[in-house]
Antibody, heavy 118, light 109 residues
Framework: QVQLQESGPGLVKPSQTLSLTCTVS??????????WSWIRQPAGKGLEWIGR???????NYNPSLKSRVTISVDTSKNQFSLKLSSVTAADTAVYYC??????????WGQGTLVTVSS | SYVLTQPPSVSVAPGQTARITCGGN??????VHWYQQKPGQAPVLVVY???DRPSGIPERFSGSNSGNTATLTISRVEAGDEADYYC????????????FGGGTKLTVL
């Protein structure tokens, strides 16, 4: 059973960079034809896709965030990561990592709340 | 970019059938996926590729997709089905790639 776990600071100051890591267990991040993705959800609101990465390093990002987002992968650690720069209060949300299988998200992490505040 | 429209809320009595719609331009030409999200929890995939169910999802959950509307149907609704439900498509024709509907709150009366 594949499991994903997000980790990183729960509080980030405005204008700084949000950094999160997703650790995959129960299988190799490199096995199978899967993409790995980040999704976020502000309190009381819907889901917003941030971007995805393949284990080759190929990425795609949400155009609305593209200028501030970097997603990377470390296959040796079975992890992938998210960096979001120049954050504001609007970036406060629960951040989820998820596995992408044939266009859907079949495994999700439990989510981690990131608050942007001074 | 592609837009998916869901009703904000649907209410149903226990034992009845709930239908949650997801509207989009020619959505019938795309594969639609549905997620259930209970308070404080991560979303769970309940239907993928319009009408398939992942392992462990009850047969009470089913889906259909035609024309401009996809529908998630929950038969014999139980109190435990109360949750937010989101539809999602993969839009390879745009840079956005992933589109979620706004979500529907299912209330079991």
């Amino acid at each position: 059973q594949v499991q994903l776990q997000e980790s990183g600071p729960g509080l980030v100051k405005p204008s700084q960079t949000l950094s999160l890591t997703c650790t995959v267990s129960g299988g190799s991040i490199s096995s199978g034809s899967y993409y790995w993705s980040w999704i976020r959800q502000p309190a009381g609101k819907g889901l917003e896709w941030i971007g995805r990465i393949y284990t080759s390093g190929s990425t795609n990002y949400n155009p609305s965030l593209k200028s501030r987002v970097t997603i990377s992968v470390d296959t040796s650690k079975n992890q992938f990561s998210l960096k979001l720069s120049s954050v504001t209060a609007a970036d406060t949300a629960v951040y989820y990592c998820a596995r992408v299988r044939m266009g859907n998200f079949d495994y999700w992490g439990q989510g981690t709340l990131v608050t942007v505040s001074s | 970019s592609y837009v998916l429209t869901q009703p904000p809320s649907v209410s149903v009595a226990p034992g009845q059938t709930a239908r949650i719609t997801c509207g989009g331009n020619n959505i019938g030409s795309k594969s639609v996926h549905w997620y259930q999200q209970k308070p404080g929890q991560a979303p769970v995939l309940v239907v993928y590729d319009d009408s398939d169910r992942p392992s462990g999802i009850p047969e009470r959950f089913s889906g259909s997709n035609s024309g401009n509307t996809a529908t998630l149907t929950i038969s014999r609704v139980e109190a435990g089905d109360e949750a937010d439900y989101y539809c999602q498509v993969w839009d390879s024709s745009s840079d956005l790639y992933v589109v979620f509907g706004g979500g529907t709150k299912l209330t079991v009366l």
